[in-house]
């Protein structure tokens, strides 16, 4: 089975833009969750969207948003950027909701950078 | 916010020492994972150990879990080159978070050939 893949890989962007990443899941899965990597913070929980539902989301601010599309692709987004949005966003995928699922296997990331 | 903590924050051995990093945690869990990370990429999972398990193993890996100090501690034995990563244990409580994996930040594994 290929693995959890997103797009784009890297990414620049400045100040009060947007930007929407892709995620794609492994093919069965149908919970993706998304963090966001940072040196300061390290990895913390954005949301996990389960059958295009929101489930649950982490502590950050509404410019963070996501969704999920039929065939379980996840793309989040994130609009009017701050140079504290510069990061690694991963994406994670299984099989069953998190409350049910053991293991999340993770994409490679994409490394946004804020200018 | 994190759960966990590891320590050392960084950790230089020799290819064939054995490297073992610890992590503690603040709240009730369901299983505690542990995760590899080669230079900023995603995330490759090792093991995953229950709240009613003491300890596991994979391969090199050794896993041990102690509830009563909320710690955990990763020993990987003979490391290689191959093994320079970054380590992180991530917490699951199936209540609280809804399943959501809640990370330390991590230990810096170097392993000079």
């Known amino acids: 089975k290929a693995g959890v893949t997103q797009t784009p890989r890297y990414l620049i962007k400045t100040r009060g833009q947007q930007v929407t990443l892709s995620c794609s899941p492994i093919?069965?899965?149908?919970?993706v969750s998304w963090y966001q990597q940072t040196p300061g913070q390290g990895l913390q929980f954005l949301f996990e969207?389960?059958?295009?539902?929101?489930?649950n989301k982490g502590n950050f601010p509404g410019r963070f948003s996501g969704r999920q599309f039929s065939n379980s692709r996840s793309e989040m987004n994130v609009s009017t950027l701050e140079l504290g949005d510069s990061a690694l966003y991963l994406c994670?995928?299984?099989?069953?909701?998190?409350?049910?699922?053991?293991?999340?296997?993770f994409g490679p990331g994409t490394r946004l950078t804020v200018t | 916010s994190q759960q966990g903590e590891e320590d050392p924050q960084a950790l230089s051995i020799q290819e064939g020492e054995n490297a073992t990093m610890n992590c503690s945690y603040k709240?009730?869990?369901?299983?505690l994972q542990w995760y590899r990370q080669n230079s900023g990429r995603g995330l490759v999972h090792l093991i995953l150990?229950?709240?009613?398990?003491r300890e596991k193993h994979s391969g090199r890996l050794r896993v041990t879990l102690d509830t009563s100090k909320k710690s955990s501690s990763l020993l990987i034995t003979a490391s290689r080159a191959a093994d320079t990563a970054s380590y992180f244990c991530a917490t699951v409580n199936y209540g609280g978070s809804q399943g959501n994996l809640i990370f330390g930040k991590g230990t810096k594994l170097s392993v000079k050939p």
């Open positions: 709240t009730s869990i369901n299983n």
């Open positions: 150990i229950r709240s009613n398990e």
């Open positions: 969207y389960f059958s295009e539902t929101q489930r």
């Open positions: 093919s069965g899965h149908r919970s």
């Open positions: 994670a995928s299984s099989v069953r909701p998190n409350n049910l699922a053991a293991e999340q296997y």
